[in-house]
């Protein structure tokens, strides 16, 4: 029996560095290597938990990724403790050696060697029973999805990148050192791996028993597919993958209380929590028995090698490390005309949901909730609270306790959520010039959700006004979920948004044009000469 991904992701993929030299004259029968040990469905498995388990490594989920896209897409902005690293991130004053650029590039493509591992060690195992040919058609489409999914990032983070489809025991420099292939040759692979693993008859199952909740089902693979789509601006294709998620055989529903989807309770509970399509699974990190409390900052798979707890909830907290606040920019987003009365302000009920704030805000007034005494804003007592600025809500717990106490966080990462696939789809509709009643439903559903209830829209307008409203709805629904900076560069406006609003809140207008995409990482250009010779002016 497959065991609960959370547990498995833990161990990470030790396994494929796993080997020895050989013996001249003596054959070591326990020395294994890719080729040799991946063989059968249990090993076969183990590989496809460690693909998972790069999810959670240095430049991705683990502590990276919230503060590189949150900062750069402003949700967030620095405050006092932040390191110089994340500092640079937001002034966009970043080079090809930024240790975040470097660790993004590296994480993924490990993501890809683990999935071209399986991918290579699947194709080449005979199952001998119905189950294990179910089986291995499953650890496929989960390779294939995860290597769709690093390739993803990888083309829109960097543009045109190596585009590495095959594993090789023992790599020629030719083999290893591969040019960059094209954007669009690296979106065809995305697109025939997801197609793949939609495929009905040999892709991915529509949902899993609860001891594998958290693996890639079909639905992850369909949204990323229709995904990709709307980033390729193939409007049409988008719509028709789109709404294959909100007809059966799929059963994905908004969450009636928005902030389950960010509290670890609940989270796991498909009745509680209807919307998630794919998420980044964590644990909470609870004794030393269980590995490095830090594994965070490095060594995932080697200080212990069984934490998997996100560092999010110490990092942003108020109570504790507070790196970063909520920007001005994003609070006050949260209040705008209303859509049935525009010459009045309204303030989305999102905002209790998201920032720590005043009253007038709409920001949660209030925490530690569940202590013996429940703690009002503005929390100027309170530890290291400085009580300047409005402090992150969003995947904390002071709900529940005052102070964390370390890097222990076991609240799982959104990447797809049923809102996000909502939106996306009222996207598609409006970029070819439908704002009619289908975009208009998609949109109002969302701000249906029964803890939101926000003033329904009536029109969406010309299609201007409608991208307009589908622009407000995504930044409100989505804050801090790492979205706003990948919506701006592929909408085309990030320079003049970000500076703009830069500008206002700090008075500084940092984005330059080369910032729509991340600079070649120093390390690949140091050791790949195909890709050194192919880099102009030092950056992409």
Known sequence: MKKNIKSLMAGGLVLLSIGCKKDLTLVNKGAYDATTYFTSDSSINQAVIGTYSGLLHQGLWSREWYFTFDLLGYDAKPAAPISSDFLQLVQYNFTPNQNEVQETWAALYQIVLRANVVITSA?????????????????????????????????????????????????????????????????????????DATNAQTGLPVS???????????????????????????????????????????????????????????????????????????????????????????????????????DRAQEYGFNDWGNVYISNTAVKAFTYPNPQNPAVNYVDPRAAFTFYGDAASGGQTQYCQQCTVPIAYPFVTQGSITGQGYRWLKYEYYN?????????????????????????????????????????????????????????????????????????????????????????????????????????????????????????????????????????????
């Open 123 to 195: 194709q080449a195992w005979t199952p001998v029973t119905p189950a294990e040919q179910a089986d291995k058609n499953q650890y496929l489409g989960e390779a294939k999805f995860l290597r769709a999914y690093a390739y993803f990032n990888l083309v829109t983070l960097y543009g045109r990148v190596p585009l590495h489809t095959v594993y090789y025991p023992s790599p020629t420099p030719a083999q290893l050192d591969l040019p960059r292939s094209s954007v669009a040759d690296v979106w065809q692979q995305i697109e025939k791996d997801l197609t």
């Open 208 to 310: 899993y028993p609860a001891t594998s909740y958290g693996r890639a089902t079909l639905g992850a693979a369909v949204a990323l597919l229709g995904k990709s789509y709307l980033y390729e601006k193939k409007w049409a294709q988008a719509q028709t993958e789109l709404t294959m998620l909100t007809t059966t055989p799929f059963s994905y529903a908004l969450a009636p209380v928005y902030n389950d989807l960010f509290d670890d309770p609940n989270q796991d509970d498909p009745a509680k929590n209807p919307e998630t399509i794919f998420q980044v699974m964590n644990q909470a990190w609870t004794s030393w028995s269980i590995g490095n409390q830090y594994s965070v900052f490095g060594g995932q798979e080697t200080w212990g090698g069984k934490a998997t707890q996100s």
């Open 400 to 540: 529940k306790v005052a102070s964390y106490g370390g890097p222990q966080s076991g609240i799982n990462g959104q990447v797809i959520r049923y809102a996000d696939v909502l939106l996306m789809l009222a996207e598609s509709y409006i970029q070819q010039g439908n704002t009619g009643a289908v975009p208009l439903g998609l949109i109002n559903q969302v701000r249906s959700r029964p803890s939101v209830n926000a003033p329904l829209y009536t029109s969406l307008g010309s299609q201007t006004q409608a991208m307009g409203i589908l622009m407000l709805e995504r930044q409100l629904e989505l804050t801090g979920e790492e979205s706003r900076y990948f919506d701006l560069i592929r909408w085309g406006i990030a320079q003049q948004t970000i500076n703009a609003e830069m500008q206002i809140e700090i008075g500084t207008q940092p984005f330059q044009p080369k910032n729509v995409l991340f600079p070649i990482p120093l390390q690949e250009k140091n050791t790949n000469p195909a890709v050194a010779g192919d880099i102009a002016g030092d950056w992409n």
